[in-house]
C-alpha cells in the first residue's frame, strides 16, 4: 500500500499494491506541465482510490492522454491514457519511501538543455 497527496492535501491517493519502476519523461509536454521533467511510475487503474477528486482538474494535453492537477496548489499527479487501464502517477506526490528506483528516460530528444542525463540509465530518444 502506498500513499500520497497533493502539496495542500486537497487531494489524496492509495496505491494497493507494490509500485513499478518509475521512468522519466523529458517531452516537451511533461517539461511544460511539471515545469522540468515528470518521474512517474503506471499503476492499474483498479489499484488506485483518489479522495478528493473533486478537487483535480484534468488537461487534455493530447487526444492520447489527459493530465491530472490539484486545482488548489497545482500539483502535477497524474498522466491518464483514457483508453488504457493504467494511470501514471508522479513519484513526487507519493509520501515516504517508495521503494523504487528509476529505471529509463523516455523522450530525451525533448530535453531541455540545461541538464544533462548522467545516471547512467537507458535513455529513449522517443
Known amino acids: 500500500m502506498h500513499n500520497g497527496s497533493c502539496l495542500c492535501g486537497a487531494v489524496s491517493f492509495t496505491v494497493d499494491g507494490d ?3 518509475p521512468n522519466a519523461c523529458h517531452c516537451t509536454k511533461c517539461r511544460k506541465h ?6 512517474s511510475t503506471g ?3 483498479t489499484d488506485l482510490t483518489v479522495t478528493g477528486a473533486e478537487n483535480v482538474t484534468w488537461y487534455s494535453s493530447s487526444v492520447k492522454v489527459n493530465r491530472g492537477f490539484c486545482q ?3 500539483s502535477t499527479l497524474f498522466f491518464d491514457p483514457p483508453h488504457l ?3 501514471a502517477i508522479s513519484m513526487g506526490a507519493f509520501d515516504g519511501p517508495t521503494h523504487t528506483k ?5 523522450f530525451v530528444a525533448d530535453k531541455g538543455d540545461y541538464y544533462e542525463i548522467t545516471d547512467g540509465l537507458p535513455q529513449n530518444l522517443q
Request: with cysteine.
Open 43 to 45: 499503476v492499474q487503474k
Open 102 to 106: 528509476m529505471d529509463l528516460h523516455i
Open 34 to 39: 511539471t515545469g522540468h521533467f515528470l518521474v
Open 72 to 74: 488548489h496548489c497545482g
Open 19 to 21: 509500485l513499478a519502476a
Open 85 to 87: 487501464d493504467w494511470i
